[in-house]
């Protein structure tokens, strides 16, 4: 939260896994800090609640990103227990959606360029089933300071244009600092 405030973010989300205890932990130091700095409320930055889920999207293990969602709805409850939701029908993409959607959030693919399944294909039934949006902003290769990479942001944003998606960023960080994926 701290590089957060650091280089400007205006929001952000933690999307831990299956939880929401990185979310948790950090509106704990964010309310903390306003409350020491309230000169400084303007710079803290919007958190919204986050979350992602691992799917079944056309036979394919996927990461579906939730947005914005009111923690504590009932549906959403099998997906924040830290681990992967068993049973095919909870896995499947189209419920891990109308959870997230039903609790009042949006449901975003995360990664498509990552996994081993052609991207407009994804897409294209990301959309048919109702997501909300599309991660186009991400660093496939993982450059340090962190990057886009643009080849594959191009077509993918294309992709989620085409279909009216959304279009979000994510860093992938896996640790400590922001600008960098480990």
């Not at 299956?18 to 958190?47: F, T």
């Not at 997230?100 to 975003?108: F, H, P, R, Y």
């Not at 039934?125 to 080849?151: F, S």
Request: with cysteine; charged share 15%; aromatic share 8%.
């Amino acid at each position: 939260m701290e590089q957060a405030i650091e280089i400007g973010l205006k929001g952000l989300t933690i999307t831990d896994h299956h939880s929401i205890q990185g979310y948790k932990q950090a509106q704990n130091w964010l309310d903390h800090w306003k409350h020491k700095y309230p000169q400084r409320v303007n710079q803290a930055p919007r958190l919204w609640t986050g979350v992602e889920i691992n799917a079944q999207l056309l036979g394919v293990g996927v990461h579906i990103l939730g947005y914005a969602f009111d923690p504590d709805a009932s549906g959403l409850q099998p997906y924040l227990q830290g681990g992967t939701t068993l049973g095919t029908d909870a896995y499947s993409a189209d419920n891990v959606i109308t959870a997230i959607q039903q609790a009042g959030g949006l449901a975003v693919l995360a990664h498509p360029a990552r996994y081993r399944y052609p991207v407009p294909e994804l897409i294209t039934e990301a959309a048919r089933l109702g997501m909300n949006g599309i991660e186009v902003y991400y660093a496939y290769h993982h450059t340090d300071p962190w990057l886009p990479t643009a080849k594959i942001t191009n077509q993918v944003k294309q992709l989620a244009d085409s279909y009216g998606l959304l279009n979000t960023c994510g860093t992938d960080t896996h640790g400590r600092d922001l600008l960098l994926r480990l």
